[in-house]
């Protein structure tokens, strides 16, 4: 649960999934918790982006910039969430989205 109220504390800029709340359910059966978090839809990840023929038709140059600008974008995200005394404990492509 407290990571859950963590979560819904990151701040909305550029850069990080938005966040929308979270709630409890409890499964009256067997007592079970489950915390349930709202969030932005992603559609895709950084693999799936650098695979694009979008990006791969870029020139070598463009490609580097646009690497460039996601990892602005990525450190900017956690810049935000360390200023709020919140760290990312899983950070790899698979996680960040394009």
Same mark, same amino acid.
């Given at each position: !649960?407290? /990571?859950?109220? *963590?979560? @819904?504390?990151?701040?909305?800029? /550029?850069?990080?999934?938005?966040?929308?709340? #979270? $709630?409890?359910?409890?499964?009256?059966?067997?007592?079970?918790? $489950?915390? @349930?978090?709202? !969030?932005?839809? @992603?559609?895709?990840?950084? *693999?799936?982006?650098?695979?694009?023929?979008?990006?791969?038709?870029?020139?070598?140059?463009?490609?580097?910039?646009?690497?460039?600008?996601?990892?602005?974008?990525?450190?900017?995200?956690?810049?935000?969430?360390? *200023?709020?005394?919140?760290? #990312?404990?899983?950070?790899?492509?698979? *996680?960040?989205?394009?």
């Amino acid at each position: !649960m407290r /990571e859950a109220q *963590n979560v @819904c504390c990151i701040p909305k800029v /550029e850069g990080l999934v938005k966040y929308y709340g #979270h $709630f409890q359910h409890r499964v009256p059966s067997t007592g079970v918790v $489950f915390t @349930c978090i709202g !969030m932005e839809l @992603c559609d895709g990840n950084l *693999n799936d982006y650098l695979k694009t023929s979008w990006y791969l038709g870029l020139t070598p140059d463009q490609q580097r910039i646009q690497r460039w600008e996601m990892l602005r974008a990525i450190a900017g995200g956690l810049e935000a969430c360390h *200023n709020k005394r919140i760290m #990312h404990r899983d950070i790899k492509p698979d *996680n960040s989205m394009t």
